[in-house]
């Protein structure tokens, strides 16, 4: 049976986020195009349509299938993160997944959110949920919404920073040890304000790694 008899049984969807991808590593966003998917698919032009409106949704299907490569890449560092250097390794995956797939990285937070795309919504539902929990054990003294933007963001911004090309990537170990260096310094500055606000009589938490005051 051919491709495109096999695409008439329901796996033309599945077909047009691969070809997409597959541009999308090559050439980059600009070479990711309905039409170059179809054509790197094998199907004719108007085929896509069936499934996606636009280029942007096709984008947002992509998204969706990077967050939930992210989400895997961040459980096989660590399923439940609540140490200083279990948040350190999971920081260092993020890093070097966006690194490591740069094309898809920028399409998965440099696009708007399909929120009709179901698959998408709940990738990045399950990312946050997982920063959400790290804060909640790692920060417990701390309000755990606030902390996982935080975490998020201090993070995120690394990962951006490196591929802009604003710090060093010439070896893993050098953006790991960036990495390293921040998430203990966001690790001190907690420890620090948190001791020195703690009303009197109040035992603050010390986190794995601290040294009590």
Not at 19 to 28: I, P, S
Not at 101 to 123: K, Q, S, T
Not at 174 to 199: F, H, K, Y
């Amino acid at each position: 049976m051919s491709s495109k008899a096999t695409y008439h049984h329901g796996n033309l969807r599945p077909a047009l986020v691969r070809a997409a991808m597959e541009l999308l590593e090559e050439g980059g966003e600009t070479a990711l195009s309905v039409r170059a998917a179809a054509r790197r698919a094998g199907v004719s032009p108007a085929a896509p349509y069936r499934h996606y409106a636009d280029r942007e949704a096709l984008l947002s299907a992509v998204a969706s299938v990077g967050y939930g490569e992210l989400a895997e890449r961040l459980a096989a560092a660590h399923p439940s993160p609540s140490t200083p250097e279990q948040l350190t390794n999971v920081a260092i995956a993020y890093v070097q997944f966006a690194l490591e797939r740069p094309a898809l990285f920028r399409i998965m937070f440099g696009e708007p959110c399909d929120h009709d795309n179901d698959d998408r919504v709940a990738a990045t539902a399950a990312v946050s949920a997982y920063v959400r929990s790290i804060a909640q054990r790692t920060f417990p003294q701390a309000d755990a919404e606030a902390m996982a933007t935080a975490i998020w963001a201090l993070v995120h911004g690394l990962a951006f920073l490196h591929l802009d090309g604003k710090l060093d990537t010439t070896a893993p170990a050098v953006v790991g040890e960036r990495v390293t260096a921040a998430i203990q310094a966001l690790l001190t500055a907690t420890s620090t304000d948190t001791r020195a606000t703690a009303p009197a009589g109040v035992v603050v938490n010390v986190q794995p790694g601290d040294s009590p005051a």
